[in-house]
T-cell receptor, first 114, second 113 residues
Framework: GAVVSQHPSRVICKSGTSVKIECRSL??????MFWYRQFPKQSLMLMAT?????????EQGVEKDKFLINHASLTLSTLTVTSAHPEDSSFYIC??????????FGPGTRLTVL | GDSVVQTEGQVLPSEGDSLIVNCSYE??????LFWYVQYPGEGPQLHLK?????DKGRNKGFEAMYRKETTSFHLEKDSVQESDSAVYFC????????????FGAGTRLFVKA
């Protein structure tokens, strides 16, 4: 099956710093990638849709200046959490959509902001 | 708007029991249907899928039939195993044209040995 990687898998940072998370589709090209946030024992909450070569589309209530998304190539999207605060601590998961419209998920990144 | 409802909370069968996890959806477009499985600390993995009405997705003894007439995609297994314990998400979506996949709340399956 298709493989999506995320890096880093775990990050701890101080309040006020910025953190970048990378999402890569390893064996297929993805014109569309998605970023989700997941709180403990809850479902996935879509944050934004990332389209290669264009601006990301953010879901209602998600601050685009806070969560910067860049989709510079067909295999890479990045999420930067700017000026992170403890309430940004969460499990962030990306996914990439294949040509068959199936979404494949990365392993997730656990962010802890102290 | 589009929505999906699945069996809530936790399901606690014993090993060898049969299983049904319900999933019903409402969408404005004709979706593909997916079940994803998530293990602790990991991202969701595609479990099975059905791309059109009357298709049946199958994986590791699990099955789900795409029933357009009842807008349902129930996940079934004849005999569950302890290793099936995980969280399962029903997710309609993914048609060409930008329809976003939507996720159910998740059903936590805990199979007792």
């Amino acid at each position: 099956g298709a493989v999506v990687s995320q890096h880093p898998s775990r990050v701890i940072c101080k309040s006020g710093t910025s953190v970048k998370i990378e999402c890569r589709s390893l064996d297929f090209q993805a014109t569309t990638m998605f970023w989700y946030r997941q709180f403990p024992k809850q479902s996935l909450m879509l944050m934004a849709t990332s389209n290669e070569g264009s601006k990301a589309t953010y879901e209602q209530g998600v601050e685009k200046d806070k969560f910067l998304i860049n989709h510079a190539s067909l295999t890479l999207s990045t999420l930067t959490v700017t000026s992170a605060h403890p309430e940004d601590s969460s499990f962030y998961i990306c996914s990439a959509r294949s040509m068959s419209d199936t979404q494949y998920f990365g392993p997730g990144t656990r962010l802890t902001v102290l | 708007g589009d929505s999906v409802v699945q069996t809530e909370g936790q399901v606690l069968p014993s090993e060898g029991d049969s299983l049904i996890v319900n999933c019903s959806y409402e969408t404005t477009q004709y979706p593909s249907l997916f079940w994803y499985v998530q293990y602790p600390g990991e991202g969701p993995q595609l479990h099975l899928k059905a791309m059109k009405a009357n298709d049946k997705g199958r994986n590791k003894g699990f099955e789900a039939m795409y029933r357009k007439e009842t807008t349902s995609f129930h996940l079934e297994k004849d005999s569950v195993q302890e290793s099936d314990s995980a969280v399962y998400f029903c997710a309609p979506g993914g048609v060409t044209g930008g329809f976003k996949t939507i996720f159910g709340a998740g059903t936590r399956l805990f199979v007792k040995a």
